[in-house]
Nanobody, 130 residues
């Protein structure tokens, strides 16, 4: 099974930046859709950003568009999330996810639902506060 591990989370002041990284082991996901989700206390799982392959057009939630950038390095088998201009409502546990569904892999569908993904990291806490 593919194992995902996030890193880079932590406390940050409003307006600051963080870069989250997700490293995959147990397999490669060069052609597998990958994404980031987040969950704030008392809230549901929220799609943040997704990318199907290295040169594809990423998808972003409206709440982070223009501030966050998702990218992937297939050589290193990683996916990253660059977060700029962070706001207190960005505070959440951030999860990296990869889809292993053939129906998604061989389609043009950009998965944005948690159920579209199969492999998940344990999450990394991002806390934006003064």
């Amino acid at each position: 099974q593919v194992t995902l591990e996030e890193s880079g989370g932590g406390p940050v002041q409003p307006g600051g930046s963080l870069t989250l990284s997700c490293a995959a082991s147990g397999g490669t996901f060069a052609s597998s859709p990958a994404g980031w989700f987040r969950q704030a206390p008392g809230e549901g799982q929220e799609f943040v950003a997704g990318i199907r392959w290295a040169d594809s057009t990423p998808a972003y939630a409206d709440s982070v568009k223009g501030r966050f950038t998702i990218s992937r390095d297939n050589t290193r088998n990683t996916v990253s999330l660059q977060m700029n201009s962070l706001k207190p409502d960005d505070t959440a546990v951030y999860y990296c996810a990869v889809s292993g569904k053939y129906s998604i892999l061989f389609s043009d569908y950009q998965p944005t639902r948690a159920d579209d993904y199969d492999y998940w990291g344990q999450g990394t806490q991002v806390t934006v506060a003064s």
